[in-house]
C-alpha cells in the first residue's frame, strides 16, 4: 500500500470519528434524560406536606396554646396568700402556685432595704414544666390553681409551728396536679410535694420537671462584683458540674441525665438549692445568661432544672426541699 493510500484511510477514520462525536447526544442530554423526574417530584410534593403540617400545628398551637388540657386555666382571678415565719415573709400567688416573694427578715440590701430573692419582674418562680400528649409545653407558672376558700391570706408561724398549703391545678378528663408547700418555722426554705393524679394522658414523654427560672436578686450596688460570685451548679454521682455566665451574652447552658442529687445557684451572699428526694430523680438542666445593668454594671441570671420521671401511674409524684436564704450559715 503507498503513502497516499495510507493517509486517505486515516483521514477517512479521522473524519468517521468527527461525525460520531458530532452527532452523538451531548451530556447535558444524558442528564436531562437521566433526570429521575417522578422522584424528584415525589420529594417536593412530600416536603410541601411536611410544611403545610408544620405551618398548622404552629398555628394552632399559638391557636390555643394551652391545649385541650388547660384550656381556660389562665384566664382566672388571682389571689395572693402570705407565710411569715421568724425568718421570712413569703407570697405565694395562685397564678402559677409560685413564690413571688421571699424576704429575708435578718438581712439588709447596700440601702438597708430587706432583702428579698424573687425577682418580682416574673411575677414568681417555682413551677412545672412538661409536655401534653396533645403537643404542647405547659408552664404551670401561667397557669391558676386553686387553694382552700378556708386558707387565711396572711399567716404566721411561732415556735414549732408548720404549715400546708394544699395547691390543686385541675386538668380537663379529671386529672390534676397538686403541689403542697411546707412551711416551717426556724428554717430557711419550705418542701415542695407533686403529685400528678391520673394524668396518664395528658403528661407526654415520661418526664415532668421542676424549675426555678428567673435567678436570684442581687443585693449589693457594685452588681460586677455580686456577679464574679454568681454561678449555677448541680451535683450528682458525688462530682460537681458548674456553669458560669461569665462574659457579656454567653449563654452556658448544661443537661445532666441519670439521678442528680441536687441543682442551686448563688450571688455574693445568698442562694436557692433544690434538693429531690434521694434517688428520685431523672436529670437535670443549668442555663445561665450575662447581661448588661446600669451604670456598666452585669447581671448573671441562671434557670435550674430537676427531671424527675413519670411512668403513666395512677397518682405518681416527688418530694423535694428548696432552699431560699444565706449561702453561708455559719
Same mark, same amino acid.
Given at each position: ?113 430587706? +432583702? ?26 401561667? #397557669?391558676?390553681?386553686? !387553694? @382552700? ?12 409551728? /408548720? ?38 394522658? +395528658?403528661? @407526654? ?25 454568681? !454561678? ?6 458525688? /462530682? ?15 443537661? #445532666?441525665?441519670?439521678? +442528680?442529687?441536687? +441543682? ?8 436557692? @438549692? ?17 447581661? /448588661? ?33 444565706? !449561702?453561708? #450559715?455559719?
Amino acid at each position: 500500500m503507498d503513502r497516499q493510500s495510507i493517509l486517505g484511510y486515516i483521514l477517512i477514520f479521522l473524519l468517521l470519528v468527527v461525525w460520531m462525536w458530532v452527532n452523538s447526544p451531548k451530556q447535558t442530554q444524558l442528564a436531562e434524560q437521566s433526570k429521575p423526574v417522578p422522584t424528584q417530584t415525589a420529594k417536593q410534593d412530600s416536603a410541601k406536606r411536611v410544611d403545610t403540617l408544620r405551618a398548622r400545628s404552629k398555628e394552632s398551637t399559638q391557636a390555643n396554646p394551652l391545649g385541650k388540657f388547660f384550656a381556660g386555666r389562665d384566664k382566672r382571678p388571682d389571689r395572693t396568700i402570705t407565710i411569715e415565719t421568724d425568718l421570712y415573709i413569703a407570697e405565694i400567688s395562685l397564678k402559677g402556685g409560685v413564690i413571688k416573694r421571699w424576704e429575708l427578715k435578718k438581712y439588709k440590701t447596700w440601702d438597708g432595704h430587706p +432583702v428579698q430573692l424573687v425577682d418580682y419582674k416574673k411575677a414568681g418562680d417555682l413551677s412545672l414544666l412538661f409536655a401534653t400528649s396533645d403537643g404542647r409545653l405547659i408552664n404551670t407558672h401561667d #397557669l391558676y390553681f386553686d !387553694a @382552700a376558700l378556708t386558707e387565711p391570706a396572711h399567716r404566721l408561724i411561732n415556735g414549732d409551728e /408548720e404549715h400546708a398549703l394544699n395547691l390543686v391545678l385541675p386538668a380537663t378528663g379529671g386529672g390534676q396536679i397538686t403541689k403542697t408547700l411546707r412551711f416551717k418555722n426556724g428554717e430557711y426554705g419550705l418542701g415542695v410535694d407533686i403529685k400528678l393524679v391520673k394524668m396518664a394522658d +395528658v403528661v @407526654a414523654n415520661y418526664e415532668y420537671q421542676l424549675v426555678w427560672e428567673s435567678g436570684l436578686r442581687y443585693a449589693e450596688q457594685n452588681s460586677i462584683d455580686e456577679s464574679s460570685f454568681a !454561678a449555677a451548679y448541680a451535683y450528682a454521682g458525688k /462530682e460537681l458540674t458548674e456553669i458560669d455566665a461569665a462574659s457579656l451574652d454567653s449563654r452556658p447552658q448544661k443537661n #445532666l441525665s441519670g439521678t +442528680v442529687d441536687w +441543682v442551686a445557684m448563688r450571688t455574693k451572699y445568698f442562694a436557692l @438549692a433544690i434538693i429531690a428526694k434521694e434517688g428520685t430523680s431523672d436529670g437535670a438542666y443549668l442555663e445561665g445568661v450575662h447581661t /448588661e445593668a446600669a451604670n456598666k454594671g452585669a447581671i448573671e441570671s441562671y434557670s435550674v432544672a430537676l427531671k424527675m420521671p413519670f411512668k403513666g401511674g395512677q397518682e405518681e409524684g416527688g418530694s423535694f426541699r428548696v432552699f431560699l436564704g444565706p !449561702a453561708d #450559715l455559719g
